[in-house]
């Protein structure tokens, strides 16, 4: 039996190596990855039991280590393994991108939020400075946490702006688990922040919120209202009327989807 499990392994390892990962089954996928962390047994059956339990190879990739562990068959060392790879993978991306990324329009923003905030398990709350060409200053935490117990303060917004010579500011947060529509408390936190960036004459560009692999500019969706005037862009906060009607629509608009 150990030698059709080696005979097995050595013949996936060698698709693999020839082919990539191109034909394989996401269960093979991740069979293929646990072959590394628990060397000694079937991992078939394990690889399965994960999918049926997380629902996708993402889900389990995004998986908390804790809940990891509670599936038959996955320890601590396979769990933080199989765990490690989507934090992987968010670093390529970063260094992909690198350093100076051009953060130019809407897409390229809403791209650069979900490199940032895409698969975190609990609230991050970012203020991302660019220079006058758009391009990446600093991604500055400003809250980590359950946004409504550790408040995106103001001060701190307004900290990161003025330490890093910010002449644009995209702030972003995501909802681990929840909507990408923007909250109530999601609009006025911004309607905050943009007085007190106007204040020190920084432009608010967009507010992104990150979900469930989706990002949301609050610009496109007509919550924050932009209009250039002689080369000035001036930046408002939809009134209370027209944020209701916005949310109502979008929250409509993601249940059909």
């Known amino acids: 039996m150990a030698g059709e499990h080696a005979g097995h392994r050595q013949r996936m390892r060698e698709r693999f190596l020839q082919h990539g990962l191109d034909g394989f089954a996401d269960h093979e ?5 646990l072959f590394y ?15 049926d339990r997380f629902g996708s190879l993402h889900g389990v990739l995004e998986a908390p280590v804790e809940e990891l562990c509670k599936v038959d068959g996955m320890g601590a060392y396979a769990s933080a393994f199989v765990s490690l790879f989507s934090q992987v993978a968010r670093r390529v991306e ?5 350093e100076r990324e051009l953060v130019s329009n ?13 698969g975190l398990r609990e609230e991050h709350f970012y203020a991302v400075c660019l ?6 200053i600093k991604d500055a935490l400003i809250a980590r946490g359950t946004l409504v117990e550790v408040p995106a ?3 701190m917004v307004a900290e990161a702006a003025l330490r890093h010579n910010a002449h644009s500011i995209v ?11 923007p909250s109530r408390q999601d609009v006025e936190m911004t309607r905050v922040l943009l007085q007190l960036l106007q204040s020190i004459d920084v432009y608010l560009a967009d507010h992104i919120i990150v979900a469930q692999g989706r990002a949301l500019s609050m610009v496109n969706a007509g919550l924050i209202e932009q209009k250039t005037e002689r080369e000035n ?5 939809a009134d209370s009327s027209t944020e209701v009607v916005i949310r109502a629509r979008l929250e409509k608009k993601m249940a059909g989807e």
């Open 153 to 155: 303060y103001p001060r």
């Open 106 to 118: 809407r897409g390229m923003a809403e791209r650069h939020c979900l490199r940032l905030l895409d």
């Open 131 to 136: 220079d006058g060409q758009m391009r990446l």
């Open 94 to 98: 970063w260094s992909r991108a690198g």
């Open 233 to 237: 862009v001036y930046t408002r906060v």
């Open 29 to 33: 996928v991740l069979e293929l990855m």
């Open 171 to 181: 702030l972003c947060h995501n909802h681990p688990g929840g909507s990408v529509v």
């Open 37 to 51: 962390a628990i060397p000694q047994r079937n991992v078939n059956p394990l690889a399965h039991a994960l999918i």
